[in-house]
């Protein structure tokens, strides 16, 4: 996977993919400059995941959606945006734990540690998705409890968090099988080797 990773961009979607990288470096500095060290702490905390999809090498438009979701996710603390708008935290969760478990998936799957049918899509991206809902909580309580308790913890909406992002990772796990299962359709098959005994 290192390969992948100091490998240059070939073609305007892989540049697109390692500018909203940049971006995402940029923001860590500008939250840190013009915000509060808690906005910059979310921004770092995301910044790794941008960065994880070069190594594994996924398609590149993937690449860019998956980098703009989290970014967005992390500036919409910035803004307040989840407090404000009564539907964006379940709109921000859903899309965001989908992508999240996608990546997860490939990653595993680029290492040979899964079965590839379309149920195990389905079904590890949905378990995928409700992992990294559940680690999130967790920061955001370990955030509250030990950083700033401004940040927003109750459980009713830790609970409602983790339900919602499962939906969306299993929503995810579906759309991945579906379009794996139509790319095997279009590929050709493979010739037939016959094998000659003397």
Known sequence: MIQNFLRPPHGAAEWAADAVRVLALLSVVAAFVWWEPTDAGVLALVFP?????????????????????????????????????????????????????VLAFLLVARLGLVALSPGARVVLCAAFGLAASALWEMVEWLGKTFVSSSIFVTYDDTIGDMAVGGVG??????????????GSARRPARPSVETKHS
């Open 49 to 101: 995941g941008v960065v994880l999809p070069r190594f594994v090498g996924v398609h590149p438009l993937f690449d860019i959606g998956y980098g703009v979701v989290l970014l967005v996710a992390a500036w919409s603390n910035v803004f307040d945006l989840y407090t404000r708008i009564w539907w964006w935290d379940i709109a921000v969760h859903l899309v965001a734990t989908g992508v999240v478990a």
């Open 169 to 182: 990772a299993l929503g995810a796990g579906v759309v991945l099988a579906v379009l794996s299962a139509r």
